[in-house]
């Protein structure tokens, strides 16, 4: 699908007789066609009713406002929708956040360069200055923001500011410190981080050290959303490997980083594909 | 979801604009609740649609008659579709074909007496006596149809006449005997069968022992639909093993049998639960 | 490898050097040779030391009692191992507890009749009476020992007088009871259970449920030795499958069935074959 | 365990009593310790014989001549062994050969240099220009060497001149020409290739096209040894993804990508740890 006057459209409402037949009506009346469409309803009887619907429409790009009015007054307010669209001719703009591991940071950038992820990268904050010479490489800006346990709130207000509401997503790649409810609020935008366990097992710190230290024949990773609660924002994506007891924690690590790279590609991809909505603390994900 | 006035209706046709508009404004206006749907389009220029609805209608299951004739009138036939409806208070009916081997059989017979499967089983037809005890310990019907070079084709009208055109659907749960042309014609219904290797690897016969031979990392098995030539028919459904190079024939042969109970399992319901739609020789499978 | 005169010796010990040389010098003395061997060390400085060896030595069955002492005199002392020996001869005898659920039980005793579990399975010991005649009717005893919060003690009693010290093994087929550390204690032999959830991720009650609840992208099932500790026994085997938002509590218990009864398989096979050692709070598993 | 005095002793005979103890007395003669061990036999009745042993032994790396001089004459000739030794302590040499793709190749050399893979890559040959300055930068040696139908056999002496025998392995990471036998014959050194697809599937060329064609529902990769015959060589390792009918050659070819960098890295490093053994046409990996 050509990328100019294509565009997402997610809706949220109380299931309800007769959505679909809104939706699809409304958007056939304004010339658009449906390239795809997913539903999902949490519970046919008083459930919630989930949407994402792709279409195209001849000069939709230059009639954005007025589609947008029209589709509140005839579909959003009668049905009670929570809804948003994105126009596929504007990518958003995601800014990365690393610490001293590189592996989730440069496979993000690389699939970002081989047109994979569908968004502009324009910005790596990180608390340290290891990773500055391979991001700079790509002509991407490294912000470094150094974090301590005294100087925590000043980071993140230094953070804020380079941030400068430019941003539509933060993701958090193997970025070791926690952030502040204050910080999350103040972005404004999702965020999403991976954290190197299957969620719930092993939440907060050293999952490969206690997953070792348990026994597992597993291990995952998991690329949430983050909430104010560590470790316990809606799940986006999860994957494992199988491991044995010949592997210690170095070799779990290592294979537990080719995981975290491809789950957190994989939830970045769908979150900005808007594949992604969230009820509650879970995730819709329309594949 | 009450089985009662719920349905399934499965389109296709070609792609074109207001499909989704005309579909769910026909069931809404015939006081239907849509509680599922799903869609496919093989290329926005010009590609085939599929579409899978579920929905329920007060009474609809004294009313399908005039419903279908409806649909037929105002949807099916002004956009050229393919269409089928199945009723959910109707199960299809289905009978298993097998020869010795008994992992695939007593697995389908024991997932739907579980109520995993929504359908009835009311035949085994056999090449074998080996498993008639544990049929009809079931209270099915099990019935000896022995086949041989010469025999083959006294064998298959046999078959035919047993079947009686009473079935909505023949699985072949490991039947070890090539069906004919000429029956899969005259039996007139979808056949799945089970292949014990990732197809299109290793059709035909003894798959274990060159899979052994070739020392393949991984083992697998498809369920497809029946086609004229061998092992060639739209594939429903693959997983996979991995193996190493100690699994002897033996080995592989006891690990791809939990793949093919597994595979042939999730085809037979997913045909059952009217996901599958078949595009060339290819299918289109809504989860 | 034929079953006679062959026998499998696993040892454990700090680890030294030697040990491997002595071993094998000794078995290849006693007229033994060696199918298969494999060996773990947790540290190459001051670790634990693992070996599973397989042999077969000419009329081994008929000395056994004093290949034993050689081995004790010659090896196990002077490297101050822990070992045991299991001949192929005598395969071990399992005593099986289920509650309701069928899928777990029904699929072991079908495992050991088609010869994939090297086991006599004589006895079936249930807190219900739900599956007594799926059990009888393979000709294996079926004990009813009703478990009530008053009866539990007396119901641990007569359990272990039906058992009598006649078992190697106890699996816990989805038995719903948590079996007191006296039980255990006075059972005196190993005792495998299956959790429906990859451990540690919902351990204890309704994992499905809260699975559901927080929104996992995976599902999965944990196959352990039991301990006085509820859930947190040494993991032998786990696996896992993919689910989505669209799956409820009942299609994750269907789905979860499936990965239940292979996991558990799989244990229980890896056990008998003496596969499987602990060591403090894990496995290793000599696949 | 440290590099230093640490080595790699792989053998294969055919299978006869005593081979375990001859080996491990004389690595404990020589005041060597087993730090890891195992084995395989095809057939314990006249089948071959495989054996990996990871050991130290002080000093070995300044008696490394001395040693394999008393192995061939104590152990190698008597049994008629093939074995090579590998010193842990001399990482060995590798050369990369790519064409326009940079995901195995990037991947590969990402891993060399945070330390997956112990070896040295020196050299990457290429038939395009493209990748040069990624390669450049790491400071590894990049030559390019056109291919036509025409300057097939040249561009092929100049390969070989380049390579100089100094390799201890040519990895080729989505090298899209096919190798000569000549070729593979002079350089002397194993060659890995990754396929895209999990053969013997879709041997040959456009493998992803042709498996959107067949509507496979799994895709996968497949690391080789090079031989003669194109894509017949001995398999390493393979791994797959799950597609579906909405996935095109595109959506293919981007999740293909991952498996085939997974896959290849896997092989590589497992070559690279002398766990890799080629008996006829199929390997013995010990993980």
New interface residues.
């Given amino acids: 699908?050509s990328r100019t006057d294509s565009a997402c459209l997610l809706i949220s409402c109380s299931d309800q007789?007769?959505i679909?037949?809104a939706l699809?009506?409304f958007?056939?009346r304004h010339d658009g066609?449906?390239?795809?469409?997913?539903?999902?309803?949490t519970d046919?009887e008083g459930g919630q009713f989930f949407m994402r619907t792709e279409f195209?429409a001849p000069g939709l790009d230059e009639r954005r406002e007025a589609f947008e009015v029209a589709f509140r007054e005839h579909v959003g307010e009668p049905f009670g929708m929570e809804w948003r669209i994105s126009y596929r001719s504007t990518p958003p703009r995601v800014a990365l956040f690393a610490s001293r591991y590189?592996h989730c940071l440069?496979d993000l950038l690389?699939r970002q360069r081989?047109g994979?992820l569908p968004c502009e990268i324009d910005l790596v904050v990180s608390n340290h200055e290891d990773l500055r010479a391979e991001v700079e490489?790509l002509g991407i800006d490294y912000v470094h923001v150094p974090v301590s346990r005294e100087t925590k709130a000043d980071a993140e207000a230094q953070a804020l500011r380079v941030l400068d509401g430019r941003f539509d997503l933060i993701v958090l790649a193997r970025y070791m410190q926690i952030l502040s409810p204050e910080f999350i609020e103040a972005a404004g935008t999702p965020i999403i981080n991976i954290h190197h366990s299957?969620?719930?097992?092993?939440a907060g710190a050293n999952p490969y050290e206690r997953a070792r230290?348990?026994?597992?024949?597993?291990i995952?990773a998991t690329a949430h959303y983050v909430t104010e609660e560590l470790d316990a924002g809606?799940?986006?994506?999860?994957?494992?490997a199988r491991v044995?007891?010949?592997d210690d924690v170095e070799a779990l690590t290592?294979t537990g980083a080719?995981i975290e790279r491809?789950v957190l590609a994989r939830a970045v991809r769908w979150h900005l594909e808007d594949r992604v909505l969230v009820?509650v603390?879970?995730?819709?994900?329309f594949?």
């Avoid at 809606?234 to 494992?240: N, R, Y």
């Fill in positions: 699908m007789e007769g679909v037949a699809s009506t958007i056939r066609n449906i390239a795809s469409s997913a539903q999902h309803t046919p195209a590189d440069l690389w081989r994979e490489l299957f969620l719930p097992a092993f230290e348990r026994g597992v024949k597993i995952g809606p799940i986006i994506e999860q994957d494992i044995t007891h010949a290592r080719d491809l009820h603390c879970r995730t819709v994900v594949y």
